[in-house]
């Protein structure tokens, strides 16, 4: 395992990779089927979407485990393969990562209100633990926690995680505009309220992912780093808001928009660039084309 801090102390920024459940329903991954499941029954395409990114000069390539937790797998009734799944997801991405690129240990939010006693803390822990534990042993090189929404389940879960493995943590969270100009997510969280929650639980990159193209991430960047200007940041953004056209999503942003604009997002103070929904490698290539050049 590598540190990405390390690397990321050279000074250079760093490529990640692009969405991932996009191309998984292009392989014939169907609504309601567990994606995580395919890292045992299609490990042959997880691997070539993995691989994809890989060859398009992405520096950082994430696990097909998004939704790997015990609490979220329960769902399709398959908790108890938790481990097995998660452990899989990761040597996928091993393998194609080989040893010149770092593999982070893809984790998301579980759905559970916290607030709400649906679950006991503890519970979820235990959960967010073994999911951790098992990606290490996969390979990964460090853990990203995404898309979280609310900062007792994202402290819970970087706790849990940092404990079990002793791994990096990177943690992103989603937010949106709101009519008074500033970002929350759609538990009301402020970026300045995640800053200072995530770091206290122990995350050693903080960032944004989803929900906004790069005008909107620069900002959100920009929002950071007022309020803390040394851990680094990872911005996952999506090819721009979603277009309902024709019955169907479209992202509006190609490959040249994004890298066009990524130089602004540098330069707010992003140390770690990749997509999210609506990206490829397309994306990818042009991203790293553009950062490299610099």
């Known amino acids: 395992m590598k540190s990405l801090l390390a690397a990321l102390r050279r000074g250079q920024p760093l490529v990640s990779d692009g969405a991932w459940g996009t191309f998984l329903y292009q392989?014939?991954?169907?609504?309601?089927?567990?994606?995580?499941?395919?890292?045992v029954t299609h490990p042959a395409d997880v691997?070539?979407?993995?691989?994809?990114?890989?060859?398009?000069?992405a520096d950082i390539i994430l696990t097909n485990?998004?939704?790997?937790?015990?609490?979220k797998l329960a769902a399709y009734g398959l908790a108890d393969r938790a481990a097995e799944l998660n452990v899989a997801?990761?040597?996928?991405?091993?393998?194609?990562?080989?040893?010149?690129?770092?593999?982070?240990?893809?984790?998301?939010p579980t759905g559970v209100m916290l607030m709400m006693g649906e679950v006991p803390e503890e519970t979820?822990?235990?959960?967010?633990?073994?999911?951790?534990?098992?990606?290490?042993?996969?390979?990964v090189d460090a853990l990203c926690l995404e898309t979280f929404s609310a900062v007792d389940e994202a402290s819970v879960a970087i706790?849990?995680?940092?404990?079990?493995?002793?791994?990096?943590?990177?943690?992103?969270?989603?937010?949106?505009?709101?009519?008074?100009?500033d970002f929350r997510t759609m538990m009301g969280v402020s970026v300045e309220e995640m800053v200072a929650t995530v770091k206290e639980a122990g995350a050693d990159i903080i960032g944004t992912n989803c929900g906004n193209g790069f005008e909107q991430m620069i900002n959100i960047v920009?929002?950071?780093?007022?309020?803390?200007?040394?851990?680094?940041v990872l911005v996952h953004a999506n090819a721009g808001k979603p277009l309902f056209i024709d019955g169907r999503t479209v992202y509006p942003e190609t490959p040249a928009d994004m890298a066009g604009r990524v130089g602004e997002l540098l330069a707010a103070g992003a140390?770690?660039?990749?997509?999210?929904?609506?990206?490829?490698?397309?994306?990818?290539?042009?991203l790293a084309d553009a950062i490299r050049r610099r």
């Open 271 to 286: 140390n770690i660039v990749g997509g999210c929904c609506g990206t490829g490698p397309a994306h990818i290539r042009a």
């Open 222 to 232: 920009r929002a950071i780093r007022r309020v803390d200007t040394t851990t680094p």
């Open 65 to 71: 485990s998004f939704g790997g937790s015990p609490h």
């Open 124 to 139: 979820l822990a235990e959960g967010f633990a073994l999911q951790a534990a098992a990606l290490q042993r996969g390979g």
């Open 159 to 181: 706790r849990a995680a940092k404990d079990a493995t002793g791994l990096e943590i990177a943690c992103t969270f989603t937010f949106e505009k709101t009519v008074t100009g």
């Open 89 to 108: 997801a990761a040597a996928i991405s091993r393998a194609a990562a080989g040893g010149g690129h770092f593999v982070l240990g893809s984790m998301g």
């Open 47 to 57: 691997a070539a979407i993995a691989e994809s990114y890989v060859a398009a000069g």
């Open 27 to 39: 392989r014939g991954l169907t609504p309601g089927e567990c994606p995580e499941l395919w890292n």
